[in-house]
């Protein structure tokens, strides 16, 4: 059974910082690239950040220069660092792995990633 469990979520001001944590199971996980993917209220699902299995990263503009997306292998988890928070930002956040080969490129399509946790809100108020 694969499970994704994100934790790190919570409300926090504008400036501010959380980090995200996803851990995973039931999966070979130095096999998947991962990705953060949000929802704001009444929208559609975004990518935020990805990472992929050969440790390449990809970063919706946005979040340039503020996120920072990364892995550890052997704790089966990935990680986004998200600093100099704004109100734009909150959203749920939701881990997603894609099981894919060194070659293939970072998707940042929904549709894409097999895997997905329950998501974790973050609220940055003003």
């Known amino acids: 059974q694969v499970q994704l469990v994100e934790s790190g979520g919570g409300l926090v001001q504008a400036g501010g910082s959380l980090r995200l944590s996803c851990t995973a199971s039931?999966?070979?996980?130095?096999?998947?690239?991962m990705a953060w993917f949000r929802q704001p209220p009444g929208k559609e699902h975004e990518f935020v950040a990805g990472i992929h299995r050969n440790s390449g990263t990809r970063y919706v503009d946005s979040v340039k220069g503020r996120f920072t997306i990364s892995r550890d292998n052997n704790q089966k988890t990935v990680y986004l660092q998200m600093n100099n928070l704004r109100p734009e930002d909150t959203a749920i956040y939701f881990c997603?792995?894609?099981?894919?080969?060194?070659?293939?490129?970072?998707?940042?399509?929904?549709?894409?990633?097999?895997?997905w946790g329950q998501g974790t809100q973050v609220t940055v108020s003003s």
């Open positions: 039931g999966i070979t996980f130095s096999r998947y690239t």
């Open positions: 997603a792995a894609d099981h894919t080969i060194l070659t293939a490129p970072l998707s940042q399509t929904q549709r894409d990633y097999d895997y």
